[in-house]
């Protein structure tokens, strides 16, 4: 069966500190991958997906980044965090685009 | 316009009673629809999918209506553990998925 595995699931930085949050997926192969941000009250916004290797679409300006070295494995990345990407981060995957999601358990990331 | 409007609640419901609740979308070539669960600081889980037909999964009842651009959610016979805020999903022609506020459940003993 196919799993999803997100990490860290909390964590607190410091303002201008770097990011990085690895999601990956086992027991599928090309998935489509995904990073979610869910502020406190508010929907899903959809920050980047890839549907295969090093094959990245940015849904939003920001100061994050996503990469996906392996068929299976996507990281979001920031070089300086601002307190506005505090938030509950969202790794999800899906075999085709449009299909129904499994989403990772989350990280909730705190900039102090 | 948002493109997925939902009423945030919360409905406030005792065991046992029937609750139901819509979401909006805006664009009326959507394709797909899903509901979606999230418990308290926790990730969303699919609860199931929404048909042209309308669909049941046991106490859990869907409903599309394309005239009008909105789908339904209805829980039968509410359990404490019904207790959760319910999204809705609208995946457009070009399989983009746009995701609801959320619904906001309580189930009172």
């Known amino acids: 069966s196919q799993t999803i595995h997100q990490w860290p699931a909390t964590l607190v930085q410091p303002v201008g500190s770097p990011l990085s949050l690895e999601c990956t997926v086992e027991?599928?192969?090309?998935?489509?991958l995904y990073w979610y941000r869910q502020a406190a009250g508010r929907g899903l916004q959809l920050l980047f997906y890839?549907?295969?290797?090093?094959?990245i679409s940015s849904e939003v300006p920001q100061n994050l980044s996503a990469s996906r070295p392996q068929d299976r494995q996507f990281i979001l990345s920031s070089k300086k965090l601002l307190l506005s990407d505090s938030g509950f981060y969202l790794c999800?995957?899906?075999?085709?685009?449009?299909?129904?999601?499994?989403f990772g358990s989350g990280t909730r990331l705190t900039v102090v | 316009r948002k493109e997925v409007e939902q009423d945030p609640g919360p409905f406030n419901v005792p065991e046992g009673a029937t609750v139901a609740f819509n979401c909006t979308y805006s664009?009326?070539?959507?394709?797909?629809f899903f509901w979606y669960r999230q418990d308290c600081r926790k990730e969303p889980k699919l609860l199931m999918s929404?048909?042209?037909s309308g669909n049941e999964d046991g106490r859990f009842t869907a409903q599309l209506n394309r005239a009008s651009q909105y789908i339904s959610l209805l829980i039968r016979d509410s359990k404490l553990s019904d207790s959760a805020t319910y999204l809705c999903?609208?995946?457009?022609?070009?399989?983009?998925?746009?995701f609801g506020a959320g619904t906001t459940v309580t189930v009172r003993a």
């Open positions: 999800a995957w899906s075999v085709t685009r449009g299909s129904g999601y499994t």
């Open positions: 027991g599928t192969s090309n998935p489509n």
């Open positions: 890839s549907v295969g290797i090093g094959q």
């Open positions: 664009n009326s070539a959507s394709q797909s």
């Open positions: 929404v048909y042209s």
């Open positions: 999903v609208v995946v457009s022609n070009d399989y983009k998925l746009s």
